[in-house]
């Protein structure tokens, strides 16, 4: 399972959503298709354009709730005070990914930004 953890500001397009994905994802050699799914924090739930990228590129998104997050707040890579503040946790896009991917999961590199949209890849198992 691969997933892309977003972050974003208020008010993002589902451009600046699709595009911080492809940019994240470009590192690693993976496309858009590699993905099992996007994930974000439950409290982004009004955030159309986090939906709506979802279904440009027709994955499901998971709406991963504050203490499955927080459960998974060791191993993110990055600490945002903005993102401590907000939701309780040191990044919204790597501790989302992280925990919609599974016990096992791993990131692949600390989060990108793109603009107001934060986006980082998590795995579970092998892959990539």
């Keep these: 399972m691969i997933v892309a953890g977003i972050g974003c500001c208020k008010g993002v397009s589902r451009e ?12 690693y050699g993976l496309s858009p298709d590699s993905l099992s799914g996007l994930a974000t924090a439950g409290m982004k739930s009004e955030e159309k354009a986090i939906i709506e990228a979802g279904n440009a590129l027709r994955l499901p998104v998971f709406l991963v709730d504050g203490p499955a997050m927080q459960m998974v707040s ?27 991917a599974g016990q096992k999961s791993r990131l692949l590199g600390p989060r990108t930004v793109h603009g107001p949209v934060t986006c980082a890849i998590a795995v579970n198992g092998e892959e990539p």
């Design 16 to 27: 600046q959503v699709v595009a911080a994905v492809e940019s994240a994802l470009e590192p």
């Design 74 to 100: 060791l191993r993110s890579l990055t600490r945002s005070s903005a993102s401590l503040s907000a939701a309780g946790t040191p990044s919204v896009s790597e501790t989302a990914a992280l925990a919609a």
